[in-house]
Structures are given as C-alpha cells and as structure tokens.
C-alpha cells in the first residue's frame, strides 16, 4: 500500500506496520477508537492524544532529516552506514508505529484479512466518513484513504468486518462526494448482500437527493458487475435517470 510522504526524507524513511500481534497494535494505539467515539469528550481526549503521537512523529522526522543532509557526503551506501542517521530512522519508524495515519502505512504483503492491523485501517475510514470535518482537520491523507479503501475491498472477510463495510457504504452513499468516495463502490461489489442492498434501496427512497441518486447508481453497479465505474457510465446513467 503507498504512503502519503512530506518533507525531505519523509519519502525515504518507512514507517511501517511491520507483522506485530494484535496485542502490540493495541498498546500502541488502542487510545484511536476514542476517535469514533459518540461522546464529544471522548473524541476531544483522543485528538490530544494524537496531536502528542504525531508531534513525536514530526519530531523524530525533523532529527531524520538534520542528519540526512548533514550525511549526504557520504553518499547513499555510506549515510546508511552511520549509526547516528539509522537510531534517528529507527525512532522515526518507532515513532510512526504509534501514530495515525503513519502506522498505516507500507502493510506488509500478504492477506489483509489476516492483517492484525486491519481494526485500524477501519477505524480510519469510519473515522473519515462519521466525522469528515475531525478527519481533515487532523489526518488528511486522501491517497491513504484511497489505499485502505481498495486494500479493504476484498470477498472473504468476517462476518464482523462484512458488517463495518457494509456501514461504510451506507454512510458514504448518503453524503456529498468527498475526495475518493468513489473507491466504495469496489467496497459494495466486495461485500454484495441483501443487507446492503436492503440499505441502498432505502437511501433511495429517503429525502436526501444526493442519497437517492448515488444509492441508486451503486444499486445499478451491483447489477451490472461488467460495467466499470467511470466518470463515463456515472454520466450516462444520470442522464438515463433524467429521461426516466
């Protein structure tokens, strides 16, 4: 999965999420589901939290970097030879690891369904799409939603997690577009069922005008699993639905 990056060195240091249990993601960032919270106060007492994590990230980047160009003399093999540069790598990573979106990024291959940081990349999105506003204050990153989304879009999951995507689709489809919603529809097609399908119907009868069209289209979709979904076949079944 690609990783947003910013600043000098940020493209080149990994924060990855390595292969830990679920027992070590959970130490690190069990405080995020805070995020998601219906309480305010909660919500409030998890964002202080994460302005500390990814203060510390910031920080442990900024050290990265001093020494990454104060090495570059050396050259690419010889700067990763010096030990001050790789204990400032290695605390950025460590840092990262505790922090959201960066503990996200670079998964390590394999099945995400077996992915022990798959409760996270969760938590991330619902995050983005119960409170939109919170999410871009604090952890815009749209090509990592991107990534999670079509990651997440697989047959084969749990019933556990069938059901929060399920969640998603219909909180996404029953809002104005935000930045790469369109990745759910790989998400519907993903997890198809007659819960799903009983939700969209229903949006599309609701009175939310941007619910009633984007559920319908993504109804259309179902039906047709050999269309793409492009701009294109979006234009074309709205003015199919306006001739109607």
Not at 13 to 18: L, S, Y
Not at 98 to 124: C, H, K, M, V
Not at 162 to 168: P, S
Not at 179 to 187: A, I, L
Request: hydrophobic letters at 40%; a negative charge.
């Amino acid at each position: 999965m690609a990783k947003d990056t910013d600043g000098d060195a940020s493209a080149s240091a990994d924060a990855g999420a390595g292969v830990d249990d679920a027992q070590v993601w959970n130490a690190r960032l069990g405080w995020a589901f805070g995020l998601i919270a219906d309480d305010p106060v909660e919500r409030g007492a998890a964002l202080d939290l994460l302005a500390d994590a990814q203060g510390n990230v910031q920080g442990a980047l900024g050290r990265f970097n001093e020494l990454w160009h104060s090495t570059l003399p050396l050259g690419g093999q010889g700067q990763w030879r010096d030990p001050a540069l790789l204990k400032a790598y290695e605390r950025y990573v460590e840092a990262g690891k505790s922090s959201l979106p960066d503990a996200l990024w670079n998964r390590p291959p394999g099945d995400i369904r077996a992915w022990q940081g798959l409760p996270y990349a969760l938590l991330f999105l619902e995050w983005e799409a119960r409170y939109p506003q919170e999410w871009t204050r604090h952890a815009k990153k749209w090509g990592t939603k991107q990534s999670l989304i079509r990651d997440v879009a697989v047959a084969g999951h749990g019933e556990a997690v069938r059901a929060k995507l399920t969640d998603l689709v219909e909180t996404v489809v029953q809002r104005a577009y935000r930045c790469k919603d369109r990745e759910y529809v790989r998400v519907a097609r993903a997890v198809d069922s007659e819960d799903l399908r009983r939700r969209l119907d229903a949006a599309t009868r609701s009175g939310n005008p941007w619910a009633r069209r984007h559920a319908g289209y993504v109804l259309w979709l179902l039906d047709h699993p050999e269309a793409p979904h492009t701009i294109h076949v979006w234009q074309n079944w709205i003015a199919a639905e306006a001739s109607e």
